[in-house]
């Protein structure tokens, strides 16, 4: 199947700095990729969806300005988590589907974030 | 929300034994996709059923689907310990091409 690979896979960041999630689609070109959010031993939230090229798209209750997303590349989506706090620690996953509704998508490695 | 809902929440069974999870929705659908995943790792993709399906196989996955009650079950047989991980269904959001998953059920099959 199609490789997405998602650095870094944890990170350790100070109250107010911001941090950087990469995403590509290694071996495919991804029009669209996705971010999401998990809490432990909870299910994925989608927080927006990437569109090359263009503005992102957020879902209800996340915050624009404190997680601003880039699609610069059919192949790299970023995910910058602006002045962290305490309350953005998390397990950050992107994804990527190479077509509509009829194909499977392809998951990064996810991110920890923990804001100390 | 479209979020489906999974049960159980979490499973632990002996090796050799079955697991059933089972996933409900709210919307039509036209596909339903059932995830795994390993413990602070990314998702998995195992097996993708159609609307117009009502059961599929691969391996030791059995998938079913019945659009009139939008439920959905899946079913690995002869557990192995290595099939310790949470377990989500995933359905398209209708008009976009994002994906919704369920609650997820944490299965732990013990050696």
């Known amino acids: 199947g199609a490789v997405v690979s998602q650095h870094p896979s944890w990170v350790i960041c100070k109250s107010g700095t911001s941090v950087k999630i990469e995403c590509r689609s290694l071996?495919?070109?991804?029009?669209?990729m996705f971010w999401y959010r998990q809490f432990p031993k909870q299910s994925l939230m989608l927080m927006a969806t990437?569109?090359?090229?263009?503005?992102?798209?957020?879902e209800q209750g996340v915050e624009k300005d404190k997680f601003l997303i880039n699609h610069a590349s059919l192949t790299l989506s970023t995910l910058t988590v602006t002045s962290a706090h305490p309350e953005d620690s998390s397990f950050y996953i992107c994804?990527?589907?190479?077509?509509?509704?009829?194909?499977?998508?392809?998951f990064g490695q996810g991110t920890r974030l923990t804001v100390v | 929300s479209q979020q489906g809902e999974e049960d159980p929440q979490a499973l632990s069974i002996q090796e050799g034994e079955n697991a059933t999870m089972n996933c409900s929705y709210k919307t039509s659908i036209n596909n339903l996709q059932w995830y795994r995943q390993n413990s602070g790792r990314g998702l998995v993709h195992l097996i993708l059923i159609r609307s117009n399906e009502r059961e599929k196989h691969s391996g030791r996955l059995r998938v079913t689907l019945d659009t009139s009650k939008k439920s959905s079950s899946l079913l690995i047989t002869a557990s192995r310990a290595a099939d310790t991980a949470s377990y989500f269904c995933?359905?398209?959001?209708?008009?976009?091409?994002?994906?919704?998953f369920g609650t997820g059920t944490r299965l732990t099959v013990i050696p």
């Open positions: 990437s569109n090359e090229g263009s503005k992102a798209t957020y």
């Open positions: 071996d495919f070109q991804a029009t669209t």
């Open positions: 995933a359905t398209p959001q209708t008009g976009a091409n994002n994906l919704f």
């Open positions: 994804s990527a589907r190479v077509a509509r509704h009829y194909t499977e998508a392809f």
